[in-house]
Every structure is written in structure tokens, then in C-alpha cells.
């Protein structure tokens, strides 16, 4: 099995910073892609920055600019750098990792995989 988990959320005033960490482990073959995505309250979970397994990023127009998104893949991390934050970046951050992988049903393909999630609250 796979496992995704996060860590770094907490609480920062508006124009601060924080630094997500992500890690992947299991029986992972390869990572296609890792990414982050945020749900806020009465929210839909949103796409926020992911990496894919040549370094190309994609960023929610919200964010560019404001956060960097990058991956270890030697470590099988994922990094979300947060700077100038503001209030309405509060949510919950959630890690996805798409990963080669056999799965429970001891398929071999690609699947994603979800961490827990981690506060990120940003005051005014």
C-alpha cells in the first residue's frame, strides 16, 4: 500500500509564510505527480500546485506569484512554499501523490493517493 502524509500547517498572520512537506511511501514504483489542493469550508477541494515527474508546475491563478511548488525525488517529497498569505488562503491542504503502484486488487497501474490534510488558518 501507499501512504501520503503532510505536515507544516498552523496558524500566521496575513503576509506571512509557511512551508508544507509531503511525503510518499510504500510500495511506489514511480510518482507521475505530486500536488497539493485546499478545501475550505462549504468549499469544493481545489487544485492549488503540483509537479509533475519532469518538474513542470501548474499553479491556481490564486497562488502564482505567491507560491512554489517543487519535489524531492530522491526522498519522494513534495514541498509547498506559502508566501503572502492571506486570509482567504485558509483551508484545509491536502497532498496528492499519482503513483505506479499495485494496488489492493494486485493491479499494476497508476493511481492516485490522498494524505490526511493540514490546517492552514491565515489571519487578518
Known amino acids: 500500500q501507499v501512504h501520503v502524509v503532510e505536515s507544516g500547517g498552523g496558524l500566521v498572520q496575513a503576509g506571512g509564510s509557511l512551508r508544507l512537506d509531503c511525503a510518499a511511501s510504500?510500495?511506489?514504483?514511480?510518482?507521475?505527480?505530486m500536488g497539493w489542493y485546499r478545501q475550505a469550508p462549504g468549499k469544493q477541494r481545489e487544485l492549488v500546485a503540483d509537479?509533475?515527474?519532469?518538474?513542470?508546475?501548474n499553479y491556481a491563478d490564486s497562488v502564482k506569484g505567491r507560491f512554489t511548488v517543487s519535489r524531492d525525488n530522491a526522498k519522494k517529497m513534495v514541498y509547498l512554499q506559502m508566501n503572502s498569505l492571506r486570509p482567504e488562503d485558509t483551508a484545509v491542504y491536502y497532498c496528492?501523490?499519482?503513483?505506479?503502484?499495485?494496488?489492493?486488487?494486485?493491479?499494476?497501474?497508476?493511481?492516485?493517493?490522498w494524505g490526511q490534510g493540514t490546517q492552514v488558518t491565515v489571519s487578518s
Open positions: 510504500g510500495r511506489i514504483f514511480s510518482i507521475n505527480v
Open positions: 496528492n501523490a499519482n503513483v505506479v503502484t499495485i494496488n489492493e486488487l494486485g493491479r499494476v497501474g497508476s493511481f492516485d493517493y
Open positions: 509537479v509533475n515527474s519532469e518538474s513542470q508546475t
